[in-house]
């Protein structure tokens, strides 16, 4: 190996513990994947992560210059080919190989600056943010899947956008509470969470059930060395939704709903063999 793939690869293995680190979920979901998607991916989630964690966790710090720098760093990156960021390197790798848009990124990076703004989210505002934070890392993913296949992208688009949409939307159902005691947002438009009960948490949980009804149609299509994988996370989150529809509204705003990582592991293996057998 020549230096400069020394240099590549170190920084995506640093991409890969990053997200071994910050999602034991994640991190599992991705090894169900054909090997060759890994790193890839690994690449995209440490993008992501790190951006997410300037507008959540670094409440000392400038926020928004932070992460304007980050954003000016990425495009450098991108354009250049190069960066002494790990991260940044081993994304910009990634977006040149598998020519992902750059308005897929602008859009993440919008609903980043989104949430340093905003605490609480209108129709219009809410169906940007998910977009932006979710929706276009799904397609992030695809460009990865396809592998050049640009028929198939715009064939799996939508569904991929819908099966991030529902990701996300639990997430928001999930966290609920420490997003609105931490950091007072509210993303699902028009509600109180002091006023949160079980009408307004059916109604929530049928949007969100209605977008894995609807994503399940492109992970059929997926190229083989992804379908699984999707598949995968797809059973995961919709078994994590079953828990939490499973609670009284009162309850979720009372706690952060978790799956001990023991049951995660017990989750992914089950619906990686039940996949694998054809009882999922």
Same mark, same amino acid.
């Given at each position: 190996m020549d230096a400069k793939s020394l240099?590549?690869?170190?920084?995506?293995?640093?991409?890969?513990?990053?997200?071994?680190?910050?999602?034991?979920?994640f991190t599992l979901g991705i090894k169900t994947l054909d090997r060759k998607f890994h790193l890839p991916i690994y690449a995209i989630y440490g993008f992501v992560r790190?951006?997410?964690?300037?507008?959540?966790?670094?409440?000392?710090?400038?926020?928004?210059?932070?992460?304007?720098?980050?954003?000016?760093?990425?495009?450098?990156?991108?354009?250049?080919?190069?960066?002494l960021n790990p991260v940044l390197?081993?994304?910009?790798?990634?977006?040149?190989?598998?020519?992902?848009?750059?308005?897929?990124?602008?859009?993440?990076?919008?609903?980043m600056e989104m949430d340093l703004d905003f605490r609480t989210y209108n129709d219009s505002r809410y169906h940007e943010y998910i977009y932006g934070s979710a929706e276009v890392v799904g397609l992030m %993913?695809?460009?990865?899947? %396809?592998?050049?296949?640009s028929v198939l992208y715009e064939k799996l688009k939508t569904p991929a956008c819908k099966l991030g949409a529902a990701f996300q939307k639990?997430?928001?159902?999930?966290?609920?509470?420490?997003?609105?005691?931490?950091?007072?947002?509210?993303?699902?438009?028009g509600v109180d969470y002091k006023l949160f009960d079980?009408?307004?948490?059916?109604?929530?949980?049928?949007?969100i059930q209605q977008d894995f009804d609807d994503s399940l149609i492109g992970i059929e299509q997926l190229p083989?060395?992804?379908?699984?994988?999707?598949?995968?996370?797809?059973?995961?989150?919709? @078994?994590?939704?079953? @828990?939490?529809?499973?609670?009284?509204?009162e309850t979720i705003t009372q706690q952060r709903i978790r799956i001990p990582n023991a049951r995660k592991i017990s989750l992914l293996l089950g619906t990686y063999f039940g996949t694998k057998l054809g009882i999922s």
């Open positions: 240099f590549d690869q170190t920084t995506l293995e640093c991409s890969r513990l990053i997200t071994q680190r910050y999602s034991t979920s790190y951006a997410d964690e300037i507008v959540d966790t670094f409440h000392d710090q400038d926020k928004a210059g932070l992460l304007e720098r980050f954003k000016k760093d990425t495009y450098e990156a991108i354009e250049s080919k190069i960066s390197h081993a994304f910009q790798l990634i977006v040149n190989q598998y020519q992902i848009d750059l308005d897929l990124i602008e859009a993440f990076l919008h609903s %993913c695809l460009k990865v899947f %396809c592998e050049g296949d639990v997430n928001f159902l999930r966290d609920i509470k420490s997003d609105f005691e931490e950091r007072g947002r509210v993303y699902f438009p079980k009408a307004i948490k059916s109604q929530i949980e049928l949007d083989d060395g992804a379908k699984l994988g999707v598949k995968v996370a797809y059973l995961y989150y919709q @078994k994590l939704f079953d @828990k939490i529809k499973g609670l009284p509204a």
